[in-house]
């Protein structure tokens, strides 16, 4: 098993080690449904979108999709690739 490390945007400097398949799974999955523009998706918005481009192998169920999809968020929005609105609730959008 592949590990990786990612960034936390709420918490500069900080790495964490995660699997990589996992990771790059979700990540391809995330970026799919993610708009490209604002005013982007709210959390839940996302969490619904992402459920069918989510394989069994990874994610059976949907287990464990909302913890990996804000990891991924996380560290997307820390290299830049994700941005949020200063909107409430929270919307987030690919850069």
Known sequence: MAK?????????????????AKYEAMKKAYL????K??????????GKALLPHLSE???PGGATAG??????Q????AKGVVARTDSRPLRLYRC
């Open 4 to 20: 990786m490390k990612v960034e936390n945007v709420l918490r500069p400097g900080s790495t964490y080690t995660v699997d990589t």
């Open 32 to 35: 799919a449904v993610l708009p």
């Open 37 to 46: 523009a604002p005013p982007g998706l709210t959390a839940a918005e996302i």
């Open 57 to 59: 192998e990874h994610f």
């Open 67 to 72: 913890w990996w999809a804000k990891a991924v």
């Open 74 to 77: 996380l560290d997307l929005e």
